[in-house]
């Protein structure tokens, strides 16, 4: 059974490419309570506007949609984020994660999911087509020091 957070806030914001500065903006601030080195802080806020990119460009292409962001602290200075939606899902995670892989068309580089797996520790998503998708990063916060 997992431990409860030491620390959590949820925010629901709709689809809209504006948001995406809104989530960076929450996320820099929830992390910083771990007083994170500035290189930390960055990896945090590039996951995270790769993550609701992709719920914007991809999960609700032709509609807003809602996208729940949840922030968690656990023991450890484990932050872990989830990114989740409502929208069309994807059909094949693994070839979704691959790099390069993309169904945005040409002005889209495919590299969303391999951003969000290099600048946090960990990544796992989860998505049914029809239903939505589920994002869960980790990131240790303060590792080095």
Request: proline residues 5%; positive net charge.
């Amino acid at each position: 059974m997992r431990k409860k957070p030491l620390n959590f806030v949820k925010l629901v914001f709709p689809s809209r490419s504006a948001n995406e500065s809104l989530a960076r903006s929450v996320a820099a601030a929830f992390v910083s309570q771990l007083d994170p080195t500035l290189e930390e802080l960055s990896d945090v806020k590039t996951a995270v506007s790769e993550a609701v990119t992709n719920v914007v460009v991809h999960a609700y292409p032709d509609k807003i949609g809602p996208v729940e962001m949840v922030l968690r602290l656990h023991e450890g200075n484990v932050v872990e984020i989830v990114v989740r939606d409502k929208g069309c899902g994807i059909e094949d995670v693994q070839k979704a994660m691959e790099p390069t892989y993309t169904t945005g068309g040409a002005d889209r580089s495919g590299m969303g999911f391999t951003i969000m797996g290099s600048f946090m520790g960990s990544l796992a998503v989860r998505s049914r087509p029809g239903k939505g998708t589920a994002v869960r990063m980790q990131k240790v916060i303060g590792r080095a020091r």
